[in-house]
């Protein structure tokens, strides 16, 4: 594939430089860390700060997330690589506005890592910090080990949740209880139709045979769980509903909030082919979609598929959902 | 008992990071087979940056712990908070040590390795570099303990490395990225535990060769 670049190594810098530009009415960079990305009107005084943070190359998350009632500071990794607990600390830093900071991301062994060392320097600094952990992505464990999940487009609704909370003026455990049913009431899939490269790399370091699928894909271009043959829309979208659906016992009447993301590579209208048939689906079995939102919300580089998150909704998640949001990403 | 000096041993140290740049595609290549493949590159930024600013002349923990900065402060990953770990600890127990000889030398692995379990979960055969790491760390004890020479040891410690390194072929991810894959994970090596391999090595090939 042909690739807008320059040296591969600047690709980040170089991402969040024209990202910090490009949407200087929402974010700003933090004066002391460059891989740090914070909302333009954080640190709120009094209010819980929510941090979160991820590897690059899933633009518009992580970066994208920032903003008024959403993300406070985002920490900024390499491309698929978590950020440094440096920049977790100075994220956290930036954030706190005296509440305590909730630290929402995803479970991977790195973050997990990094996030752990940074709470620590936080503890050191009087900073009161808690963590919410996604593992939304089905394929990645049985349901009985949930807490080895992955975290996947879920991670936005989280964001969102938590967001909210915080710009009610909700305590640090407030926030994060809500983050938390947040996270817990989210199921995700994803669908890998094509890999994606690595700039630095240069090649592949998987493929995807003509005619075939990777179902359970990550985000990382991690394969799948699952080949499959290709089949046509509908049947992956039943596929995609299946799998989330059948992982969470939802009773009939329940509101949802539907994701579909592209991966990178797929045309938008792909994913409005996708959604067609997803909320016929849903409404199949007996759930109303309350919002919807597709587009690439969370992408993997150039990576061919989608993912596909429900959350199911409360009164409280419902309402938090609909809380007016200022952010690049949505 | 014989030993080496401390000063001027920083510069083992630019020899590992050599080896880790020299490796760098190799390591992204078995990355890739079971992670995202970036294993190499992430490596060989850190170890090269980190060699780009040795002055020469430092001892062997003041290298370490600029290389363990700018692991932690600049890489990230996994990698950068596991390894950052493992030299920060490896050069707090070296600081001061005019001479590395054995014990120092034991000391300093078994602070690395409590460093990295400090940070880390994995236990060997999780396929990760504890698979190295730990093989390694017991075998250069055992020596020292049997009364073997420093070279010996060090000899020691390489091969029961690189055994712990292909053990990995056989295992399934048990944590981390390519944990997910189950069964898929096997039969490929593990790059953690291939890095580790690599910087044990060298390690101790630049000891042994100032040993006189």
């Given at each position: 594939m042909q690739r807008f670049l320059n040296n591969p190594d600047d690709i980040v810098d170089e991402t969040v430089a024209g990202f910090v530009k490009a949407h200087r009415d929402l974010v700003k960079l933090d004066p002391s860390n460059p891989r740090v990305v914070v909302a333009r009107?954080?640190?709120?005084?009094?209010k819980v700060g929510i941090v979160t943070g991820g590897g690059s190359g899933h633009e518009p998350a992580f970066i994208g997330y920032a903003g008024r009632n959403m993300v406070d500071a985002v920490a900024v990794g390499e491309l698929f690589s978590s950020p440094t607990a440096k920049s977790f600390i100075d994220a956290i830093k930036a954030a706190d506005g005296g509440a305590g900071v909730a630290v929402l991301y995803g479970n991977y062994a790195g973050d997990n890592m990094n996030v752990k060392m940074a709470r620590r320097m936080a503890a050191k600094d009087g900073i009161e910090v808690a963590t919410v952990v996604a593992?939304?992505?089905?394929?990645?464990?049985?349901l009985d080990e949930r807490a080895k999940r992955r975290g996947v487009a879920g991670e936005i609704f989280m964001w969102k949740i938590g967001g909210a909370k915080a710009a009610e003026g909700a305590s640090l455990s407030e926030v994060v209880a809500s983050a938390q049913r947040a996270i817990d009431a989210c199921r995700s899939v994803g669908v890998g139709l094509g890999p994606c490269t690595l700039p630095a790399v240069g090649h592949p370091n998987f493929l995807i045979e003509p005619g075939k699928m990777e179902i359970g894909?990550?985000?990382?271009?991690?394969?799948?769980?699952r080949l499959e043959d290709l089949k046509t829309a509908n049947e992956v979208a039943d596929d995609m509903v299946r799998i989330v659906l059948d992982d969470h016992d939802l009773p009939a009447g329940t509101e949802v909030a539907v994701l579909v993301s592209g991966l990178?590579?797929?045309?938008?209208n792909e994913l409005y082919v996708l959604y067609d048939r997803i909320e016929g689906q849903i409404a199949a079995r007996g759930l109303s979609v309350h919002r919807a939102y597709v587009g690439n919300?969370?992408?993997?580089?150039?990576?061919?598929g989608a993912t596909v998150t429900v959350l199911a909704l409360d009164d409280e998640l419902k309402r938090l959902l609909d809380v007016e949001t200022a952010c690049a990403g949505f | 008992m014989t030993g080496i000096a401390n000063?001027?041993?920083?510069a083992i140290i630019g020899e590992v990071a050599a080896v880790i740049v020299a490796n760098k595609a190799y390591l992204s290549e078995i990355d890739g087979?079971?992670?995202?493949?970036?294993h190499g590159v992430n490596m060989a930024k850190g170890f090269g940056r980190a060699a780009e600013r040795l002055r020469g002349g430092e001892t062997l923990d003041a290298a370490m712990q600029v290389l363990s900065d700018v692991l932690m402060s600049e890489i990230g990953g996994s990698m950068g908070p596991l390894y950052g770990m493992m030299f920060s600890d490896m050069a707090d127990a070296l600081a001061g040590k005019a001479v590395i000889d054995p014990a120092a030398f034991a000391l300093m692995l078994r602070a690395g390795l409590d460093g990295v379990q400090e940070v880390g979960e994995a236990q060997v055969?999780?396929?990760?570099?504890m698979d190295s790491l730990v093989p390694a760390v017991a075998a250069f004890e055992a020596a020292v303990a049997a009364g073997a020479g420093f070279g010996s040891a060090l000899d020691r410690m390489k091969a029961a490395a690189a055994a712990g390194r292909d053990s990995t072929i056989d295992l399934v991810a048990?944590?981390?990225?390519?944990?997910?894959l189950g069964e898929r994970s096997r039969g490929v090596l593990d790059a953690g535990a291939t890095s580790c391999c690599m910087i044990l090595t060298a390690l101790a090939d630049g000891v042994a060769k100032r040993l006189v």
């Open positions: 009107n954080a640190p709120v005084k009094g593992n939304d992505d089905v394929c990645s464990a049985p894909i990550g985000h990382h271009g991690e394969p799948g769980t990178g590579a797929t045309p938008v919300y969370f992408t993997s580089l150039e990576m061919v | 000063e001027g041993a920083g087979k079971i992670g995202d493949g970036d055969g999780d396929k990760t570099l048990r944590i981390g990225r390519s944990s997910r």
